[in-house]
């Protein structure tokens, strides 16, 4: 390990080093901070438990408000899909048509969040950014209901506008609700959040899909009008959800304020502020997790798009049942993800965790590649792996990034994985067209395999490294209170990339020698460690 | 550790993914010289009456052991006769006796030389009013208009026949008396000098010993607003035989990559009597394509109904020519096309399907050569990966053990 640059030790500091360290620590805005002794120790608790935000309660409370966030996008994000028929009859539209409208969110998507999520980090910070990308969302939604009401081919056009404007938020609002939960719940219950976001976005497109048809239906009776007003009426009920999302956002930005004032934690974006060429920077750990994500998603998503015929024709259920098994997989993602998630954090391991998933779908696809097996078997396999998956791959990025870069890294993610699937999306159909399901799903069963190969490797660099990303609960605590009891920053310039990233037991103590100047023998220096067989360098 | 116990599991399956795959043997038949015959040695008048079309078709598929010979007519219901016969066998067509649909019109001789016979009739057409919407001809109360296809007057057929490609087109236009237009039914008839798979979907694999049959109904005005259709078929093998009786085979595969979206194959067995353990078989897929360029997204089911081997339907046809009744096995039975809520017939007006009619043992499909490498590579990698990770961390904890203590130690 390389001498730290400021070269105090630590059995040999003072008061004014200890205090000035604490500040240093807060001024890089490390969550880790609201944890360690000392901090708990300077701040009375005041008030109540849920108006204090080092209180479990308060943070409850708070997760709530970011659940909600991004609720409205996703609500309305299936408005068309939900009032189809409305839709195509009321404003006479063909099925191209229709499907204009989710592709003039998706598009745009592949790069938008990308560099939404860099704005994030550079230009506005999380509060305001979230703010505005919450308005965006508003306002495209009062387009999009906008165009309806003028109906014909002019309220069309509109409401395409608007769709493309919702789109210029939504999925940013995805990555803002992501960086939200980093910054609260990292080191804590993340992955359990993660789970739960994800479970709230697929209750957010669950009730637009269980309610627009009723809401529709209910205006057209109480008004007694037909047509496109009516669906005009609808859709402002959608940007009722949003506006409840935009308020939601401004609470948060309030209590997220509130919050760095009381913990003294500054603003990360009045930290180093990361620029566009950062990401050659961003380590191999993250490229691969991206990889992870992209090809493990495109083999969930596409698969469901053609999947009713597939259940139809092969298993022979009636069209009810073959779109219920379907949906299994969101359904049961809605509920198990928040569980899972709970797992995860109470057991650690992400990376082990991840190694499941991708081989629970790698079975579930092979059974419905190559058996006849009941389908509901796989597909619950499948449903349940997704949300493991999910729970425990996404809070990831938190730890090998720094929070400053945040943004930007889920951004890239989510750019990343939109363009996945919009190209595999094509290509899955035309392959099914041509080639049949079991191309498909030997198709998909390469992406996971590609999958499987990124978690080995991640496992295998993650190891080499220490094995941060795949520690058990236990020894992360473990790490943290040790971490905390020899006073060793817990973050150091040169491995700024990763905050959490203890090493074994031999590795801790090893740094603590060097610090202290203890001499080690050769085949301790970590570039060296290769060489280090008994004999060769002794 | 997770990585090393996962190494067996995939192996396995590995292993069981390729077994069947080595294990399967493709289906060969040697490969034949055909010849074709429009209304072969026929010299009276109504070969040549051009109001109403007497069309038979000679195919003659010869071999270096035996001969199919192949009969395509429209005398009467359309019928495929399929007769294999030693390479001394001989057709002799007697023209006045077809005429008049008498017995001993087509015979083979001499007769001892003939080991199988079997035929396919398509008898009747059914329209239904599916009000249901639910594709079934069986619904109670459906109503039906049948219409039965040795009415009708077929075209010439002399035209169509194509010496290179050995096809032949049956063609008849349905007149119906109470609408202005016309729709047409027609079978395209095609035998095969070799054998391999169809280059249009739904891509059947065939052999030498194969006559395909498309059957497309085009452009038929509706009767009803829920217009569907079906058709009845027979068919018919000599040999009265009580143990090997004509049964259907329904075969299930994973395998969807020549016919996208259909896992399942329709076989019809119409064995022979022994000592020859084979027979002819029908064979086709449950789907139709409601559009003349057939693809998935026009892809429609087919629905097959039990047969039935007792009041069977005999319409007048060839087979009244050539088969002795009481000395053969018949059984009839529907298919009909159509899926729930595709709009009824009236959304295309098009119908095409297509069925195999062959002897010898039903060709089943493969996984093409694609799949596997996919499969193996794909599996194979990781797994190696993992178990060479598995290795490499296996060494790393044990040299990091030998270093903790060797740190202690110093």
């Known amino acids: 390990?390389?001498?730290?640059?400021?070269?105090?030790?630590?059995?040999?500091?003072?008061d004014t080093t200890a205090s000035r360290k604490e500040e240093r620590r807060s001024h890089r805005g490390l969550s880790t901070d609201r944890e360690s002794p000392l901090a708990r120790t300077s701040f009375s608790p005041r008030g109540f438990a849920a108006c204090d935000p080092r209180r479990g309660l308060h943070r409850y409370l708070v997760l709530i408000l970011m659940c909600f966030l991004s609720f409205g996008s996703y609500y309305v994000y299936d408005n068309p899909a939900a009032l189809q028929k409305h839709m195509k009859d009321d404003l006479d539209l063909s099925t191209s048509e229709f499907m204009m409208m989710y592709s003039l969110y998706s598009w745009p998507n592949v790069i938008l969040c990308f560099f939404g999520g860099f704005l994030l980090d550079s230009v506005f910070g999380i509060r305001l950014g979230t703010i505005l990308f919450s308005c965006i969302v508003v306002v495209g939604q009062c387009i999009f209901a906008l165009g309806a009401s003028l109906g014909g081919h002019v309220g069309y056009i509109v409401m395409c506008t608007g769709r493309f404007v919702f789109g210029l938020g939504g999925e940013n609002l995805a990555v803002a609700q992501n960086t939200y939960a980093v910054s609260w719940f990292k080191n804590r219950e993340l992955n359990m959040v993660f789970g739960l976001q994800l479970?709230?976005?697929?209750?957010?497109?669950?009730?637009?899909?269980?309610?627009?048809?009723?809401?529709?239906?209910?205006?057209?009776?109480?008004?007694?009008?037909?047509?496109?007003?009516v669906l005009g009426i609808a859709l402002w009920v959608g940007a009722g959800m949003c506006v409840l999302s935009l308020i939601c956002a401004i609470v948060l930005a309030f209590f997220d304020k509130r919050a760095s004032r009381i913990l003294k934690k500054e603003d990360s974006k009045?930290?180093?502020?990361?620029?566009?060429?950062?990401?050659?920077h961003f380590p191999a750990e993250l490229w691969l997790i991206f990889f992870i994500c992209v090809s493990y998603y495109v083999t969930i998503f596409p698969f469901i798009d053609l999947g009713v015929v597939f259940f139809e024709e092969k298993f022979d259920l009636s069209p009810n049942e073959a779109s219920a098994v379907n949906s299994l997989v969101y359904i049961l993602s809605a509920v198990a993800s928040p569980v899972l998630g709970f797992i995860v954090d109470r057991t650690g391991r992400n990376v082990f965790w991840i190694f499941v998933a991708v081989t629970c779908t790698l079975g579930a696809h092979m059974m419905l590649a190559f058996s006849f097996f009941n389908?509901?078997?796989?597909?619950?396999?499948?449903g349940l792996a997704y949300s493991l998956l999910a729970c425990a791959l996404w809070p990831l990025v938190a730890f090998v990034v720094p929070e400053n870069q945040l943004g930007t890294a889920y951004g890239c993610m989510q750019s990343i994985q939109n363009l996945g699937l919009a190209v595999i999306a094509i290509v899955a159909g035309q392959m099914v067209d041509v080639k049949g399901y079991l191309l498909l799903e030997v198709f998909f069963l390469a992406w996971l395999c590609v999958a499987l190969i990124c978690v080995v490797l991640l496992y295998l660099i993650d190891a080499s490294r220490g094995g941060a990303l795949n520690m058990s609960a236990a020894e992360r605590n473990k790490r943290a209170t040790e971490a905390a009891k020899v006073g060793l920053p817990d973050k150091e310039p040169d491995e700024a990339v990763s905050p959490l990233k203890p090493q074994s037991d031999f590795h801790l103590r090893n740094r603590y020698l060097s610090r202290i100047g203890a001499k080690l023998p050769d085949n301790y220096t970590s570039h060296l460690s290769t060489l280090s067989r008994r004999g060769v360098l002794q | 550790m997770a990585a090393c116990s996962s190494v067996n599991v995939d192996f396995i399956l590995l292993i069981l993914l390729l077994v069947p795959v080595i294990a399967a043997s493709s289906v060969h038949s040697e490969d034949r010289t055909i010849s074709i015959v429009y209304n072969p040695n026929c010299t009276t008048d109504a070969c040549h009456n051009t109001s109403d079309y007497k069309n038979l078709v000679y195919v003659k598929a010869e071999g270096t052991q035996d001969i199919i010979h192949y009969l395509w007519s429209s005398i009467g219901a359309p019928t495929i006769l399929l007769?294999?016969?030693?390479?001394?066998?001989?057709?002799?067509?007697?023209?006045?006796?077809?005429?008049?649909?008498?017995?001993?019109?087509?015979?083979?001789?001499?007769?001892?030389?003939?080991?199988?016979s079997m035929a396919l009739v398509i008898s009747r057409l059914i329209e239904y009013n599916d009000s249901n919407n639910n594709a079934d001809l069986e619904t109670k109360n459906t109503t039906k208009h049948v219409t039965l296809l040795q009415n009708l007057q077929w075209q010439?057929?002399?035209?169509?026949?194509?010496?290179?490609?050995?096809?032949?087109?049956?063609?008849?236009?349905?007149?119906?008396?109470?609408?202005?237009?016309?729709?047409?039914?027609?079978?395209?008839?095609?035998?095969?000098?070799?054998?391999?798979?169809?280059?249009?979907?739904?891509?059947?694999?065939?052999?030498?010993?194969?006559?395909?049959?498309?059957?497309?109904?085009?452009?038929?005005?509706?009767?009803?607003?829920?217009?569907?259709?079906?058709?009845?078929?027979?068919?018919?093998?000599?040999?009265h035989n009580a143990k090997k009786n004509i049964s259907i085979h329904m075969s299930r595969s994973i395998d969807d990559e020549y016919t996208p979206g259909m896992f399942k194959v329709y076989e019809l067995h119409l064995p022979s009597?022994?000592?020859?353990?084979?027979?002819?078989?029908?064979?086709?897929?449950?789907?139709?394509?409601?559009?003349?360029?057939?693809?998935?997204?026009?892809?429609?089911?087919?629905?097959?109904y039990d047969e039935k081997y007792t009041d069977v339907y005999i319409p007048s046809s060839i087979i009244n020519n050539y088969f002795v009744m009481d000395q053969v096995d018949m059984t009839s039975f529907n298919i009909s096309f159509g899926t729930p809520k595709d709009g009824f017939y009236n959304a295309t007006r098009y119908t095409g399907w297509t069925v195999n009619i062959a002897y010898g043992t039903p060709?089943?499909?493969q996984l093409s050569l694609l799949i596997i490498i996919v499969i193996s590579a794909g599996l194979g990698l990781p797994v190696f990966l993992i178990f060479v990770g598995g290795i490499i961390i296996c060494v790393r904890k044990r040299k990091e053990k030998y270093k903790e203590l060797h740190l202690v130690v110093n």
């Open chain 2, 273 to 304: 009597q022994p000592p020859s353990h084979y027979g002819g078989y029908c064979q086709w897929k449950p789907v139709c394509y409601g559009n003349q360029i057939r693809d998935l997204a026009n892809a429609l089911e087919v629905k097959y």
């Open chain 1, 270 to 280: 009045t930290g180093e502020v990361i620029a566009l060429t950062d990401i050659k």
């Open chain 1, 375 to 382: 389908p509901y078997i796989a597909m619950v396999l499948m």
């Open chain 2, 83 to 116: 007769v294999r016969t030693s390479k001394d066998a001989e057709l002799r067509v007697n023209w006045d006796k077809v005429l008049n649909s008498e017995n001993g019109g087509i015979v083979f001789v001499p007769s001892s030389e003939v080991t199988y």
């Open chain 2, 156 to 239: 010439d057929m002399s035209l169509s026949i194509n010496e290179t490609k050995h096809t032949a087109l049956m063609m008849t236009t349905l007149y119906q008396p109470l609408l202005k237009e016309n729709g047409t039914i027609s079978i395209q008839l095609r035998a095969f000098a070799t054998h391999d798979r169809s280059d249009i979907l739904p891509h059947l694999l065939y052999t030498s010993n194969t006559t395909q049959m498309d059957v497309s109904l085009n452009g038929l005005v509706p009767m009803y607003k829920a217009s569907r259709f079906a058709i009845e078929m027979l068919a018919i093998k000599n040999g």
């Open chain 1, 199 to 229: 479970s709230f976005s697929r209750v957010g497109s669950t009730v637009n899909m269980n309610i627009m048809g009723p809401i529709y239906d209910l205006v057209s009776n109480a008004t007694g009008w037909e047509g496109y007003r």
């Open chain 2, 363 to 365: 060709p089943e499909d």
């Open chain 1, 1 to 14: 390990m390389a001498s730290s640059e400021n070269g105090e030790s630590p059995l040999i500091r003072d």
